[in-house]
């Protein structure tokens, strides 16, 4: 090999920070991602900033933050034009660049700088209406849904199962194992590696679809948890029910199902996507063993958000608790790359999707654009007892529940931008944030550290929420920002 390592960039949706194996959790499987990250760096202290799918892609394809990327809500159709991208700038770097599975970005077939890809981008509502321009749709433009269609006939679709893309209900795939989206992503991941130049380094970005819904793994995964006892949802001391008595009996509600049983069947179903994620993933690494690429390449491993699967009566994503914004986040790499990285070790440093860009980027010798907002982790890789930065801010454009949030490696300050209710977790001794202590006296003097820091970061932001002084709830606060709205001539 030369000394630029091979970069695998595994990526999953909707995977929650703490639904693996070697992140602790009680129930879920997974061996070949805790094989990776038993001979890696596990940074367990990872967020997504804007935690929901296009901004959470926008900080990782771009390294900006989010008011430079401009997307801190979910807004659909807007156009993807930035001048440096991950891909692009390994690309240009000389690295044969492929991606497979979900791009989530505008126009659906956008590469962003690579040089192939073969996309699902899961059911996207607004590609599949009946408006929808030919090329845009998804029945055309997504590969996956143009292949099952050829395999299975022209009214196969993911939707058999009668699951929604939102929904927390949950029964196993009705096709062979073979037609399900997580099994195609790794076969066409396959035949990336079997038809690649030998002579050239390669990034590829393995872009799984699940544990985002719909829960609708193989009837095996099912059977490994539905008849298990699941450790119950986290509630604390502070939620409310008001929404879940209202929404609770809507398929595909922001508060999960009232149903106890249904959320155990939620439950069992999510468990069950990730556990055959993971057997797919495994697949993919004993196909770089027998290749004789693995000790040549350098995987990084993350996920675009998490999902709060019914704690404090929530479900989906862009809130700002744990379940929703907290990621799985590690890289280990082959004995011939030329890195330093402490096997089996944790760094708790807080780091976010921004940072991958850089770090990849460093690893392959490429320049870093001075767009970029991220940090390179490498050097964490070696020393994982440093840290990379103090704090982060996070947010979400979500109508009643807009928010905003600051976190650091051991405490959260959250204010909800409709409101202004705020709230404080100490997260290392409350780490499911089960009780609230904005109002504790012993508190105070650290809320007010942390709401300053939100100030400062928002003191220059055209939404208005702060005068520099103090917060201003109720401000109108869009999903995408005017700037890269009416940005529209950069190009890769």
């Known amino acids: 090999m030369t ?3 091979n970069i695998i960039l595994l990526m999953t949706d ?3 920070g703490d639904a693996l194996g070697y992140a602790g959790h009680p129930d879920v499987k997974t061996p070949y991602l805790d094989t990776l990250a038993a001979r890696g760096v596990n940074f367990d202290r990872a967020y997504s900033a ?3 799918c296009i901004a959470a892609r926008a900080a990782l394809h771009t390294g900006m933050e989010q008011s430079h990327h401009g997307r801190v809500g979910y807004e659909d159709n807007i156009p993807w034009r930035y001048e440096h991208t991950l891909a692009g700038e390994l690309s240009k770097a000389g690295y044969y660049t492929q991606c497979v599975g979900k791009m989530h970005v505008h126009p659906l077939r956008n590469y962003l700088g690579f040089h192939n890809v073969d996309l699902h981008d899961g059911y996207l509502h607004a590609a599949r209406y009946a408006s929808v321009p030919y090329r845009e749709s998804q029945f055309v433009a997504d590969d996956y849904f143009y292949w099952l269609k050829k395999e299975l006939g022209a009214d196969a679709d993911v939707t058999d199962t009668g699951i929604d893309c939102n929904s927390w209900v949950a029964r196993p795939w009705t096709h062979e194992e073979k037609y399900h989206p997580t099994n195609w992503v790794t076969d066409r991941c396959l035949d990336f ?9 390669f990034f590829l970005m393995a872009s799984y679809l699940r544990p985002h819904p719909p829960f609708d793994a193989p009837q095996h995964y099912f059977d490994l948890y539905q008849n298990q006892k699941l450790r119950p949802p986290f509630l604390g001391t502070w939620e409310t029910d008001t929404y879940l008595n209202r929404d609770g009996r809507i398929f595909d509600s922001k508060t999960g199902p009232l149903d106890p049983e249904l959320i155990h069947q939620a439950q069992a179903g999510y468990y069950a996507c990730i556990t055959h994620l993971d057997h797919q993933i495994g697949r993919l690494i004993m196909a770089l063993i027998e290749q004789e690429l693995y000790d040549d390449t350098l995987i990084l491993f993350t996920a675009d958000h998490g999902e709060e699967l019914c704690d404090h009566h929530m479900f989906r994503k862009s809130r700002p608790y744990e379940g929703s914004c907290r990621i799985p986040f590690f890289f280990c790499a082959g004995k011939n790359v030329p890195l330093d990285i402490k096997p089996s070790s944790v760094c708790h440093s807080v780091v976010e999707l921004r940072d ?10 490429a320049d870093i654009p001075s767009s970029v907002d991220g940090k390179n982790l490498l050097p964490l890789a070696a020393a994982p007892d440093k840290s990379v930065r103090s704090w982060l801010h996070g947010e979400h454009s979500y109508g009643d529940f807009s928010n905003h949030w600051i976190v650091t490696e051991t405490d959260k300050y959250i204010w909800h931008t409709s409101t202004g209710q705020e709230q404080y977790f100490d997260l290392k001794a409350d780490p499911h944030e089960l009780t609230d202590l904005i109002e504790d006296p012993a508190s105070a003097n650290r809320i007010q550290d942390l709401r300053s820091c939100l100030i400062s970061v928002l003191k220059d932001r055209p939404e208005g929420f702060t005068d520099g002084e103090k ?4 401000r109108p606060y869009p999903e995408t920002l005017a700037h890269i709205k009416s940005t529209n001539t950069l190009s890769i």
């Open 3 to 5: 000394n630029r390592p």
């Open 14 to 16: 909707q995977l929650r």
């Open 50 to 52: 804007c935690p929901s």
């Open 193 to 201: 590696l079997r038809r690649r130049d030998p002579d050239q380094p």
């Open 356 to 365: 991958v860009m850089p770090t990849l980027l460093s690893a392959a010798g």
């Open 471 to 474: 917060l201003i709830p109720g």
